[in-house]
């Protein structure tokens, strides 16, 4: 094949060109992180206290100190059924915003799942295998965490079990019918199959369920016999290494047509498309290389990074797991019930926290309306309907283009596109009907809901 | 970028290696077909009775007799917002078949619309755009070919009108949504925007239409207004021609990797999938180059090309179009409601009629149960989730490839997989319900019914 030229919408790398390790940004973080502890004791977990949930390899890969980890043979081989994924030249979106920007997107739609979280997924099913277990338990919420770990099962011969939030499964059962085309078993949450629950069910018979009552079943499920694991999609040290594999695709993909990206930007909801998209590209900018800014977009109804508290918390609603140092809007917060459900998470990743804290990457909050906005000039002008997550990105994307277009700055513009939204259409229905609906920030009731739920931060914060 | 090798699952091409013509299969069939009567007078239509409705640079395609036609850049334009599409080696699908034959497929769901349709969409709206016409009107069932000319009309700032089938339209929205994201209007058909319509709803207010009265509504908007045009997404000459960039890049990917298809196998509803894979192939086999067999898989429940009758019949049901010579089952039958929409027409493209004629291309029909649970099997080996219609090619390709296992025959076998199933979901759910119901051709009622339409053939058939 010839190289790629500068005319070209897509910027390609053949499978031999794919990466074959990912990268630990734990080990060039200018100061290192702070623990995660053990919500009894106060003292930092260590690797026996993982064990119950994980295979040792992950809770290796947790607490490396390696730069890089060599990705297994197998999990490359899965990879290849849609990685190297595809970075796009947006030149339609430039001409249809006529900027002198130009504005990349490195789109991780082409997956099995239709987004980045088979990158994790695949592996985590693997190291599982290897490990002996026979069975993966998860919660997911909207479904592309649950359609992504069936995926991985259905490649190495596990048994994939899926607690999904009683919401979700009864208004969106295309996802859950996804998880089963996969092979996937899909509970709806609370359920009758574990006491976490039945206790909810005791109480209230009608309850639609929540991501921390999903994530107490399958952890009870996991605990409670040596052959199942469980496995989560975001947030944790060894799931954003994963996902590098993104970032260090669009650095080969950028070099190719001589490029230096001057902002990067992606949506942030556990941080796991955020950090795999700009973790190697910080590594470049620490290194001297290159010097983007680097910009993390959250929902204005989730705004963990801009009004949040750096504390530490629980990663749940219920308050099981152990205590993580990150962004937090408190545990018990329940967001406005926007359409981008991936975004929807009152904390954010240790590593992505830490990094904002030392002002390493910028953020800012969209409202809904503005992103759906980006989201249909995309559709019209790319092709491709965005799912409501990375609207966030292109967002701030296009808010970009047009300061270039008043200053004339030829800014190059890297968005990450972490999804499609052939599920999520509804939601498009209800932007062009005009009955999409704004959180304000602003307003009194959600400052106090905000302010009673930072009251309920545990001890150690 | 270096060469694919035997190992790799994706055989691409770069932007600059696109073929830059489409192939006019009429040049070289080894007998002309018939041509299209009109049904007045029983005399062949002329380019002034399709004016009305077709840009005239179409209206020459139809008929032309040049052996390629350049394919204009503006379309090539667009063409690279996803093509090349990829072909890819099935390595996964073969080891679970445990098969010695090699499984390539040609995926055209990474389209905007998710199928092939967009390859004819967007020249449509293009040589409308370049007639002067402001608006395309067209009629869609489930919503693929809709879709798709929504897109194409968003590229070109052409209007898009669309009358899709009331049941459609009530049962399935994420199609409608999408159409409209795309900046496309959607009416259910039977509406009161036409005569036709309000007709229909006079004698049946709660009438769920059928694809013959949207066709009639489009048709009629369309010639009362000479700024408006109609568009067809299938069976047409020009619609198979603007197809064959498929074939055409497939022929350049396998001798990328050095195969020789023994066998290809696509779906045929319409035909445009199967004609735009199959007829470049055809070409190298007529020139003595290969010597593929060509076999197409229609629905048991469908049956046109192995149940119906060579003949001339009426396009539409409602029969307002010119006579056309081809395998139908009558204008007037109706198939039972299987899940693969887009393969449930009665009648099937002239040129494919006329090679099936000729014996150049084999045909075989499939229940849909067989169907999905090879897409099933093909979902849960190679991460994608086809949509219906193209998992009839993909059974015919498992039933091949196990005939393989059993002769030990290393066939190279190139399928057709002309979209995703991510808006067919719920058919999948029915399949794993276990409530999928297949049409039984051989019994007394099908039979009768199709004696019926038979006899309703127009008097020059």
Chains 1, 2 share one sequence.
Not at 5 to 14: A, P, Y
Not at 279 to 303: D, H, I, N, Q, Y
């Amino acid at each position: 094949m010839s190289e790629a030229s500068v005319r070209d919408h897509k910027i390609l790398l053949t499978e031999d060109e794919m990466p074959t390790r990912w990268y630990n940004v734990l080990r060039d973080l200018p100061t290192p992180p702070p623990p995660v502890l053990h919500p009894g004791t106060g003292q930092p977990v260590g690797p026996e206290d993982l064990a119950p949930l994980f295979p040792m390899d992950l809770i290796a890969q947790e607490v490396s100190s390696e730069q890089y980890v060599d990705i297994p043979d197998e999990v490359l081989d899965v990879y290849r059924l849609w990685r190297p994924s595809p970075l796009y030249r947006a030149h339609r979106l430039e001409r249809a915003l006529d900027t002198p920007a130009r504005i990349y997107y490195k789109y991780e739609g082409v997956s099995p799942a239709g987004s980045h979280k088979p990158n994790t997924a695949v592996p985590q099913a693997y190291y599982n295998k290897i490990a002996g277990i026979k069975k993966l338990a998860t919660e997911t919420g909207a479904g592309q965490w649950g359609t992504a770990l069936a995926f991985a099962c259905s490649q190495f011969g596990l048994e994939c079990e899926v607690w999904q939030v009683r919401a979700s499964y009864d208004q969106k059962p295309y996802r859950r019918i996804m998880i089963e085309t996969f092979g996937g078993t899909v509970h709806p949450s609370p359920s009758d199959l574990t006491n976490a629950g039945r206790a909810i069910l005791a109480e209230h018979p009608d309850s639609t369920g929540s991501l921390g009552i999903a994530i107490s079943e399958a952890v009870e499920v996991a605990a409670g016999d040596p052959t199942t694991n469980y496995a989560l999609g975001s947030v944790l040290n060894h799931v954003l290494m994963h996902q590098t594999i993104i970032g260090e695709e669009a650095l080969l993909q950028l070099a190719k047509v001589g490029e230096q990206a001057d902002l990067l930007v992606g949506c942030t909801g556990g941080g796991s498309n955020f950090g795999g998209l700009m973790f190697p590209f910080l590594r470049e900018k620490w290194a001297g290389r290159m010097s983007p800014t680097v910009r993390a977009v959250e929902p204005a109804a989730c705004p963990s990074l801009t009004q949040g508290r750096y504390a530490y918390d629980f990663g749940d609603t219920a308050g099981m797991t152990p205590l993580i140092k990150m962004h937090t809007l408190g545990h018990d917060f329940v967001p406005d019930p926007i359409h981008a459900g991936g975004l929807r998470y009152h904390g954010m990743s240790p590593l992505i926290s830490h990094l904002y804290e030392e002002g390493e990457i910028e953020a800012v909050a969209k409202p809904q309306s503005e992103c759906f906005k980006a989201g249909v000039l995309f559709a019209r002008s790319e092709g491709i309907v965005p799912a409501p997550e990375p609207t966030h990105a292109l967002a701030a994307a296009v808010e970009e283009a047009l300061r270039c277009k008043e200053s004339g700055e030829e800014k190059v513009i890297l968005t990450a596109l972490c999804g499609h939204g052939h599920l999520d259409l509804a939601a498009y229905g209800d932007y062009l009907a005009g009955s999409i609906v704004d959180s304000d920030w602003g307003d009194a009731e959600h400052q106090a809901a905000l302010a009673a739920a930072l009251d309920k931060l545990p001890a150690f914060a």
